[in-house]
């Protein structure tokens, strides 16, 4: 039974580094269930890497940060349509490591705001023509953006909630393309090793899922997959959190009773 009615369907897909990424997991799910995945990598780099991961599928480069690229995007897929998009685009420069929030350099923040969240803006517009009428747009972000400690990054996925909405709203004025935001708790992956001091919030927050055992991005990945499915239908502008029941469970008595016997 083809549950999530995937079939045939065309899907772009962004930001696959390796086989850890949450965007990685999305295709492979999505090929397994009969879809077709298109691929926007942002260089050459990226390119051969998705290449050698789903070899003979349709690759285009496109960097966020290039409004040229971004409009030679619409050209290069011509008049291929399609009833999905994933964003799953990030940046921040952690060159210095954490800092403050005050201390937030003007040029980072806006780098950082533009790639992670305005090109959800900036692609959705692009593709529009290229949309069917009830297509689906998610975007990945963090289960909890108000307890982040990953710097100015927390402010900005933040603003990346608070967009899809809006971006629901506006595109109903002449469509039924639905965006949703799938908010994922810590995950294994090579682009969270990157962030200062990761590698101890992962523990940390292992302990406080329900479960006691720490998400898996092919977790985070189905989640997706089923949003990009015409089952979701019913969804549209919404934040999904996907992080174990963390969110629920910031008390945990083991850790509670662990921090305070140890003070």
Known sequence: MDFLKLKDKSFLITGVANKKSVAFHVAKTLIENG???LFSVQNESNYKKVQSLFPGSKIYQCDVENENDIKLLSEKLGETKISGLLHSIAFANYSEGIKPFHETKLNDYLQATNISCFSLVSLANILREHFVEDASVVTISISNTKATSYGYMGPIKAALDATVPFLAKSFSDFSRIRFNAVCSGPLKTS????????????????????????????EVANTVAFLLSPRSSGINGEKIIVDGGMSCNYFDQQVVNLLADNI
């Open 191 to 218: 682009a969270s090793a990157g962030i200062p001091g990761y590698i101890n919030n992962y523990i940390y927050s292992e302990q406080l899922i329900l479960r006691k055992k720490a998400l898996k991005t092919e």
């Open 35 to 37: 879809g077709q995945v």
